[in-house]
């Protein structure tokens, strides 16, 4: 079980993906707009984040850009509109791990979902991790992390 938090401002968006990732066996919380999504990030600690670009008050994009200035690492799949390239490049750019394309299938969504919360460092690994400059290397898992 994963507690996946879900920004998506949209209803029934929201109750599908919400029915489809319990259904999985996750946690899943909601919030339907920016700052309330930024807040409650700040405050629990979730293992992946899916996030709308599209979202009232604060972007998803910015939601991004705050999250990871204030260091925070929750794995972020986003939500970009469909035929925005220029989102989907943003938004990796700005520290989201991976990104589908609305309208998408949950198949596609739950298995990109799967994959990054299989990625996600376990909890107890952030003490075999190092930082030099820009890179944090993982030596549980020989994984490396740029955060340039
Ligand atoms: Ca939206």
């Known amino acids: ?32 707009d920016g700052s309330s999504g930024l807040q409650t990030l700040l405050h629990e600690s979730f293992d992946l984040v899916i996030l709308d670009v599209m979202l009232p008050q604060m972007s998803g994009f910015d939601v991004v850009r705050k999250l990871r200035e204030k260091g925070n690492r929750t ?8 035929g925005e390239e220029i989102d989907k490049v943003l938004g990796l750019e700005l520290g989201a791990d991976d990104y589908v394309t609305k309208p998408f299938s949950l198949r596609e969504l739950i298995a990109r979902v799967n994959a990054l919360l299989r990625r996600a460092v376990p909890p107890g690994a952030a003490d075999t991790m190092m930082t030099l400059g820009n890179i944090t290397v993982n030596f549980a898992s020989y994984r490396r992390y740029c955060t340039a």
């Open 1 to 32: 079980m994963a507690r996946i938090l879900l920004v998506e401002d949209e209803p029934k968006m929201q109750r599908g993906l919400r029915d489809n990732l319990e259904f999985e066996g996750h946690k899943v919380t909601v919030q339907g």
């Open 75 to 82: 794995p972020i799949l986003m939500l970009t509109a469909k």
